[in-house]
C-alpha cells in the first residue's frame, strides 16, 4: 500500500493522498495520546504532522511553479529536448520527418484533483466507519455474575425451614448494577460473585444460613441469612461479650437492626514447598448491619458486611442502602 502510493500514482494524486493519511493519522494518534498520557505516542503523533507538513510544502511549491512557469526555464528545456530528438534520428538512419515541436499534452490537473479528493473522501469514510464496525482491541471488563451451573441438593436444614432464601438467591439480589455506585465507588465493576448454601457452625447442621459475596477492587461485600430462634435483642446482648465495636441500634424497613464493626482475619498460604500456613493475624475493620428476617423479631436475621483491604470503610448509610436493596427480596419469617 506504502508503496502504491509513493510510486504508481501521479503527482497531483499521491500527494493529496499522503496529506490525507498523514493528518488523519496524526491527529487521530495524537488524540490518543493525550488521552492515555503516552509519550511514545505522542511523537508517532507529531512525526506524521511534521511528515504532513512536508507535503503540503512541497503540494504548494508545485502549485506555484505550475501557476508561473521560468521562461527561460522552458526555452532551455525545448532546446535540449530538439537536440536530443535530432541525434536520436540521426543515429537511427530512418525516422520520421522533422517537423515543429509540439508540446506535450499536460496531465488533466483537474481530472487528478477530483480523482484525489474522491479517494480522500473514500479513505475517511473507512477511518470513520471503521471503529464502529470492527471489534475494539480494548475490551471492557465484564462485571462477574453470580454461578447459574449445577445446582446441588440443598442441606435438610433448608427442607426444614420455611420460605427460606438459597445462597445464589441472595448473590442476585445482591449483585445488582448499582451496588458500586451505592458504595462510593462507581467506575468499579464486580470482579468476583460467589454463593454457597451452608449450614450455621456449631448447630449440627440444624441452621440453614445461606451466603452471598461481591467483592470490587475497594470494597467487599458479604450478606448472609441465619435461620435461627435468635433475636435482635439477645444478638445485642451477646455483642457485649465479644468484641464489636461501635454498637448501634436502629430500624430499617420496619425491622430491628444493628451496626457494628468487628476485625476481620488476616491469613495467608505458602503454597511452595510443605504449603505451610502463616500464622493468623488480625485483618482490617468490617462494618456489620444486623437486620431481623421479620418486624416482630421473632428470631432469625440478616447480616450485611462491608470492609476493604486499606481498612477504609463507607458510611453507615450505605449499609442501609444495601439492606434496602437485598431484604425485600426475602421473604419474611411466617409465624410459627
Not at 462485571?143 to 425451614?161: F, R
Not at 503454597?271 to 505451610?276: E, R
Not at 483491604?309 to 444495601?322: C, M
Amino acid at each position: 500500500m506504502l508503496g502504491f502510493l509513493l510510486r504508481l500514482p501521479p503527482f497531483w494524486v499521491r500527494e493529496p493522498l499522503l496529506i490525507a493519511v498523514g493528518s488523519v493519522l496524526g491527529v487521530r494518534i495524537m488524540y490518543l495520546a493525550v488521552r492515555d498520557h503516552d509519550r511514545v505516542a505522542a511523537g508517532l503523533g507529531a512525526a506524521f504532522l511534521v511528515f504532513t507538513a512536508v507535503r503540503i510544502h512541497t503540494v504548494a511549491r508545485a502549485l506555484r511553479a505550475r501557476r508561473s512557469p521560468s521562461p527561460a526555464a522552458s526555452a532551455d528545456g525545448a532546446a535540449i529536448a530538439a537536440t536530443v530528438q535530432a541525434q536520436a534520428q540521426a543515429q537511427a538512419g530512418t525516422g520520421p520527418s522533422p517537423r515543429p515541436n509540439t508540446p506535450e499534452k499536460d496531465h488533466n490537473a483537474w481530472g487528478q484533483a477530483v480523482a484525489a479528493v474522491a479517494v480522500f473522501g473514500a479513505l475517511g469514510a473507512a477511518l470513520w466507519v471503521a471503529p464502529h464496525v470492527m471489534p475494539s482491541d480494548t475490551i471492557a471488563p465484564q462485571p462477574a455474575s453470580c454461578s447459574g451451573g449445577t445446582h446441588e441438593e440443598l442441606p435438610k436444614a433448608y427442607k426444614q425451614t420455611p420460605q427460606p432464601v438459597t445462597g445464589e438467591e441472595l448473590c442476585k439480589a445482591l449483585n445488582q448494577p448499582d451496588l458500586a455506585t451505592l458504595l462510593g465507588t462507581p467506575g468499579e465493576t464486580a470482579t468476583t460473585a460467589s454463593a454457597t448454601d451452608n449450614t450455621a457452625p456449631l448447630t449440627d447442621g440444624k441452621v440453614a444460613q445461606p451466603e452471598a459475596e461481591v467483592t470490587f477492587d475497594t470494597y467487599s461485600v458479604n450478606v448472609s441469612a441465619t435461620y435461627n430462634e435468635l433475636s435482635i435483642d439477645q444478638y445485642v446482648k451477646l455483642m457485649k461479650f465479644g468484641d464489636e465495636q461501635d454498637i448501634k441500634t436502629l430500624a430499617t424497613l420496619g425491622r430491628p437492626a444493628v451496626l457494628s464493626s468487628a476485625h476481620t482475619m488476616k491469613f495467608e498460604i505458602n503454597l511452595g514447598s510443605g504449603g505451610s500456613a502463616g500464622p493468623v493475624e488480625q485483618g482490617p475493620l468490617a462494618r456489620t448491619l444486623t437486620v431481623a428476617l421479620d418486624r416482630n423479631d421473632r428470631g432469625g436475621y440478616c447480616e450485611i458486611t462491608v470492609w476493604s483491604k486499606s481498612g477504609a470503610l463507607p458510611d453507615d448509610g450505605v449499609l442501609l442502602d444495601i439492606a434496602e436493596k437485598v431484604l425485600p427480596s426475602m421473604p419474611e419469617r411466617p409465624v410459627r
